[in-house]
């Protein structure tokens, strides 16, 4: 058999080389097409359902959170089993799906569950579908690094310029912030000055909420020309080159508030405003030091590879449009 076959090769050479090319051609493309991981993902396919409930323990979270929203998500077709966890202010759910469902058909069905499970959930939460990465979708860390900037206003730039740009290249599937804090603006009140001024908290909050409001109406017919009648109520809407954050503070003193006797108090005679941290319950530490960075997550079923090459192209990129001094430093990438 062995003899036959050479001979039939000696035979027909140019057949045996085109076939030989043709099978070297198509392994090359697979090659190329074939997903290449470091660390290859031998999780079960499944989908994380989140759910916040700030202020609340983990017993109170299980019992008018995460329980119902068990209940709810029962039945679905394609699921294999149902785990749960409850944390201060945070249910988790993960269902784990069979292998003939695909990731993408469990989402669907899971979010088309969750549209009439709200019902059934305490006013104010929402559930939500975690992020579409598998458990090893955490393929790029970086930080962002700039002298003389704290740590808020380099998890500003991080927020605001870097995520937003990351997240939008294709095959990731979230882009999350770590480390630093975000910037808030902070109305610290004095509860004798409530008390003195007969206002309550509630009449505070809602004056706060309701001056930040931009409000429209009809528009005016002048000569053959058309005005368009507004109300701007922005906070730091009159900033006009000075800065945003200091306007804000004084327009945020400056509201006002019903008291009793027909009178009105400012927020800024209860209340001291300022800019601050907001709060955290992480950080992310670079050398032995605090840093301000993030994460990529890469969408389930891409190419590691190929995702973290777009990724490096992209911080390339955003180099150029950082302010001066800041830097984006990545310290783990996805490599081979």
Avoid at 302 to 314: F, G, Y
Wanted: charged share 20%; net charge neutral.
């Amino acid at each position: 058999m062995i003899d036959r076959i050479i001979s039939a090769s000696i035979r027909h050479r140019g057949w045996v080389i085109l076939v030989s090319l043709i099978v070297g051609i198509l392994g090359w493309l697979a090659i190329r097409e074939t997903p290449v991981d470091a660390i290859p993902d031998l999780s079960e396919a499944g989908v994380i359902v989140f759910a916040d409930w700030p202020g609340h323990g983990p017993q109170e979270v299980e019992d008018q959170v995460t329980y119902p929203l068990a209940l709810e998500l029962q039945g679905i077709r394609g699921v294999r089993s149902i785990r749960t966890s409850s944390d201060f202010h945070l249910s988790m759910i993960h269902l784990i799906l069979d292998e003939s469902m695909t990731v993408a058909e469990g989402r669907g069905r899971t979010q088309e569950r969750l549209s009439r499970a709200g019902s059934s959930l305490p006013a104010g939460v929402t559930a939500k579908l975690g992020p579409d990465s598998p458990a090893t979708g955490q393929i790029y860390w970086y930080a962002v690094e700039g002298k003389g900037l704290d740590a808020g206003r380099l998890r500003s730039i991080q927020d605001w310029y870097v995520k937003p740009r990351l997240a939008s290249i294709p095959g990731v599937a979230e882009v999350a912030s770590v480390g630093g804090f975000p910037i808030e603006y902070q109305v610290s009140v004095v509860p004798y000055r409530l008390q003195a001024r007969g206002v309550t908290c509630a009449d505070l909050m809602e004056s706060i909420a309701r001056s930040n409001a931009t409000v429209g109406g009809p528009s005016i017919q002048k000569g053959n020309a058309e005005y368009v009648v507004r109300g701007i109520g922005r906070l730091g809407a009159s900033a006009e080159g000075r800065d945003p954050s200091e306007t804000v503070v004084r327009d945020l003193e400056e509201v006002l508030i019903p008291a009793p006797g027909g009178q009105v108090v400012r927020v800024g005679d209860l209340a001291t405003v300022a800019v601050g941290p907001g709060p955290r319950r992480g950080v992310l530490e670079k050398d032995g030091a605090e840093a301000v960075g993030g994460v990529v997550l890469m969408a389930s079923g891409e190419n590691p590879l190929e995702v973290t090459k777009r990724i490096k192209a992209r911080v390339h990129e955003l180099s150029s449009g950082l302010p001066p001094g800041v830097a984006i430093v990545p310290f783990y990438d996805r490599k081979i």
